[in-house]
């Protein structure tokens, strides 16, 4: 992808997470929408996206954000009748 188009599929990119962060949600799904948009940030893989942070159970990765963050995203989306997981 050429740079100049590249740039341009960030800006717009930027754009939409600051209006899903700024828009206040009005449900469930809204907030599982910006755990998941924060989640994406923390672990932009598509294999993080989809399985949540690697099964490590060492003491300092219990206490990993992105421990936290997948919870409450999995708590949300079940909560929203989404994922049962």
């Known amino acids: 992808m050429p740079q100049e188009e590249f740039n341009a599929y960030c800006e717009r990119l930027w754009e939409l997470f600051d209006q899903i962060r700024d828009t206040p949600a009005t449900s469930i799904e ?3 929408g910006k755990v998941r ?3 994406i940030w923390t672990d ?3 294999v993080g996206e989809r399985n949540g942070p ?3 159970f ?3 990765a219990q ?3 992105q421990r936290f963050i997948w919870s ?3 708590d949300l989306e079940r909560l929203a009748g989404g994922s049962p997981s």
């Open 63 to 65: 206490f990993d954000p």
């Open 72 to 74: 409450a995203l999995k």
């Open 54 to 56: 690697p099964d490590d």
């Open 58 to 60: 060492a003491l300092v």
């Open 44 to 46: 932009p893989t598509i």
């Open 37 to 39: 948009s924060a989640w």
């Open 30 to 32: 809204g907030i599982a």
